[in-house]
């Protein structure tokens, strides 16, 4: 079993526990008491349940006790003062109270069973110039299709996602799909010094570099649309179909100041709470028409994929964008679609885009999602334009 809490995964079979992409060493007491408060969250865990199920029942004093369980709290990123994961209730025990998504070995297989046609990925790690290492991922066969990275991604929680799993699924079955976390999030480094659009757009090339390819497609979703924008002028014969889909080349500083400054502050306040509040704000206008389904998984995909601090540093790298003066020297085939009631980016945004870049094709799909799900007529719109253009 994987527990999901904040930005670790805590795997019971392989003893594991991680930090994005890195492994947390834990002694074997702290990693057994971890999994124990971990499993019975529901309650308040005595002292007598603690040394019953991890010491086996022998003689423990209260400060081996209570230096195992601050190796817990050290571990999983919190402290005596803040509890924010380990609460002590004096006189009863300890409880974990970090919000937990579980997801079963046997559920991947499941899953797996479920879409046969989704091929194994391989996740690689590359480094920036900068010496940031960046994650990223291979799968299925044909010529080469790189997607940008995104709002927020992790390369493996994504790979089975019902947000993500089915736009992969399509676009590996007929091409050797590349994906990979930016600076910040997911699998890649997220203690960084620089998190900016340039440093994104490095990312990208970093990615580009170690795979060796010399021709693809990009696709970028997003702000992936921008960073895609931008490496498209910079190396246009490395590009040979350009994908934007609800792409925008203004940062939502530059559109709408007083959202960005609600956006914010809601990350600030209530992104690494319990209380997924603030974070089903973004969900909600991300995928209006989403499932309940959906929503969690999304919910769920931002609190593992990245801090609260990073968070707000994404979007204000992303807020600040503007590629407007890029968008008349792009000379690759391109095409661009946008959902007609996107509640993310608006309509305008898409405009601009296909109106700005010489011959691009422009689509506007029948959604208010600003990210096109499975379940929705749009869906089959999408694909059949990108797979005949991705023919052309």
Not at 3 to 19: A, G
Not at 64 to 85: F, M, P, Y
Not at 167 to 181: E, K, P, S, V
Not at 348 to 356: D, M, N, P, Q, T
């Amino acid at each position: 079993m994987q527990f999901r809490f904040q930005h670790h995964v805590l795997d019971s079979d392989r003893r594991e526990l991680k930090r994005g992409g890195e492994l947390i060493a834990l002694e074997p007491q702290v990693f057994d008491l971890l999994i124990y408060l971990v499993q019975h969250r529901d309650r308040v865990v005595s002292k007598d349940d603690l040394i019953a199920s991890v010491w086996g029942g022998r003689i423990v004093s209260d400060s081996t006790l209570t230096s195992r369980i601050n190796a817990a709290r050290k571990a999983v990123g919190d402290s005596g003062d803040e509890q924010r994961v380990i609460r002590t209730t004096p006189k009863k025990g300890f409880r974990f109270v970090g919000e937990v998504t579980e997801l079963a070995h046997a559920g991947e297989a499941a899953a797996q069973q479920a879409a046969p046609d989704l091929p194994h990925q391989e996740v690689h790690f590359c480094t920036a110039a900068d010496g940031v290492r960046i994650a990223y991922a291979m799968a299925g066969q044909g010529e080469p299709l790189i997607k940008a990275a995104n709002w927020l991604n992790h390369l493996e929680y994504d790979w089975q996602s019902p947000i993500w799993s089915h736009l992969f699924r399509a676009l590996a079955a007929t091409h050797r799909l590349i994906r990979y976390d930016e600076r910040g999030n997911g699998l890649s480094d997220w203690d960084v010094a620089d998190i900016s659009f340039d440093a994104f757009v490095q990312d990208l090339e970093s990615v580009i570099e170690a795979t060796g390819l010399k021709r693809f497609a990009l696709l970028g979703i997003s702000q992936g649309a921008a960073v895609s924008i931008a490496y498209a002028v910079r190396y246009p014969e490395r590009v040979s179909h350009l994908i934007l889909l609800g792409g925008f080349a203004r940062g939502r500083h530059k559109r709408d100041p007083e959202q960005f400054d609600i956006m914010t502050s809601l990350i600030r306040q209530g992104w690494g709470r319990e209380n997924p509040a603030s974070r089903q704000f973004f969900s909600s206008l991300f995928m209006p028409d989403a499932s309940y389904e959906q929503w969690k998984s999304f919910n769920d995909l931002q609190r593992i994929t990245t801090s609260p601090e990073n968070a707000v540093r994404i979007m204000q790298a992303t807020g600040v964008v503007d590629v407007t003066g890029l968008l008349q020297q792009v000379k690759v085939p391109t095409l661009v679609l946008h959902g007609r009631n996107d509640a993310a980016i608006p309509f305008e945004e898409g405009r601009i885009l296909a109106a700005g870049i010489p011959g691009a094709r422009f689509v506007a799909l029948e959604s208010r999602n600003h990210l096109i799900l499975e379940n929705e007529p749009a869906w089959s719109r999408l694909l059949e334009e990108v797979t005949t253009f991705l023919k052309s």
